[in-house]
């Protein structure tokens, strides 16, 4: 089993950068892909982005707009968001998901192991 664990959300301002984190132990060993969705108020899950389990290979939801970079550190079973010129749309609940595959989708269906996730709050 591998349960993931985010950090580093909380309040912003329009303009700011922010990097979430997420610890997943076993991850890693087990070769599994990650990926970060979102849910919007009053919205449904948007996929983000997703990684392969080696961190070499990764995509991106059309929501993204360019501003969000997906990495993870083998060494400490830890995968990042990096989002930068935040927006007030970007308000949500931003959660990190492992597969029990080695590639990541959009799909959330694919994803087993689940986050609590983190609450990001952009004003303006």
């Known amino acids: 089993q591998v349960q993931p664990v985010e950090s580093g959300g909380g309040p912003v301002k329009a303009g700011d950068s922010l990097r979430l984190s997420c610890v997943a132990p076993?991850?890693?060993?087990?070769?599994?892909?990650a990926g970060w969705f979102r849910q919007r108020p009053e919205k449904g899950l948007e996929f983000l982005a997703a990684i392969h389990w080696s961190g070499d290979s990764t995509h991106y939801g059309a929501s993204t707009k360019g501003r969000c970079i997906i990495s993870r550190d083998n060494s400490k079973d830890t995968i990042y968001l990096q989002m930068i010129n935040m927006e007030h749309e970007d308000t949500a609940i931003y959660y990190c998901?492992?597969?029990?595959?080695?590639?990541?989708?959009?799909?959330?269906?694919?994803?087993?192991?689940w986050g609590q996730g983190t609450q990001v709050s952009v004003s303006e």
């Open positions: 998901t492992i597969t029990t595959g080695e590639l990541g989708t959009r799909n959330p269906n694919a994803y087993r192991f």
């Open positions: 076993g991850s890693a060993d087990r070769m599994y892909g």
